[in-house]
């Protein structure tokens, strides 16, 4: 864990960060501690935006600085020919732009053979119903960062269910509020706020493992 580089990214330092994510490239850091230290990082910037001490306008620019972030690092996770590899979709709910947990987590996912079908942000529960009917994906991973766009995390879950679509996909959702207890209101099946332990468990689901 590095201090250093989770406070940049704390407290916005688009420069420091980039700066701080290319020495530990150069001195043989591993892609993925950087992503973990960087997701901590955002971490504490979803907690201050909770708390009134960021804006929305902090919370954009912390994924700004990691979209760089990704830039530089996207070499490390080359993707692989996704043509055989189970299908996912991912989305960020209704009512948050959060995306970068997602993303990284999608870079993730197609570097180990995933075919990735990527709903974007602010996705309506109706969109995800509709995408799991046309591409006929088993796993559905829902991010989530504000806390007031948690029911409609419920909503989506309810209306997968609605659909007679509930046993036939599992329901993943992350982000850094999501606790046991939210994933017991949501009706999720599991949930993850560490993007390298969620890939994991996706690979888990997707071996039939759980």
Not at 42 to 61: A, F, Q
Not at 102 to 109: D, F, G
Request: proline share 3%.
């Amino acid at each position: 864990m590095d201090n250093e580089l989770i406070n940049a990214v704390a407290e916005l330092d688009e420069e420091k960060t980039l700066f701080l994510v290319k020495e530990r490239i150069k001195a043989g850091a591993k892609p993925l501690e950087i992503v973990e230290d960087c997701r901590r990082g955002v971490e504490i910037v979803g907690r201050r935006y909770n708390d009134g001490t960021y804006y929305l306008s902090d919370l954009i620019m912390s994924e700004e600085i990691l979209r760089g972030v990704m830039e530089i690092l996207k070499p490390y996770f080359p993707p692989k020919n996704p043509s055989q590899g189970t299908k996912i979709i991912m989305g960020t709910i209704e009512g948050d732009i959060h995306d970068l947990g997602k993303n990284i987590v999608i870079y993730l996912l197609q570097s180990a053979g995933f075919e990735v079908i990527d709903l974007g942000v602010d996705v309506e529960p109706k969109v995800f119903v509709e995408n799991i009917v046309k591409t006929g994906a088993k796993i559905v991973g829902i991010s989530v960062l504000l806390t007031f766009s948690i029911s409609s995390v419920k909503k989506t879950v309810d209306l997968i269910k609605k659909a007679g679509l509930r046993d036939k996909v599992k329901i993943i959702i992350g982000g850094y509020p999501v606790n046991e207890k939210i994933l017991e209101y949501t009706g999720a099946d599991y949930f993850e706020n560490d993007v390298v332990k969620a890939v994991e468990l996706i690979k888990r689901i997707a071996e039939g493992k759980l």
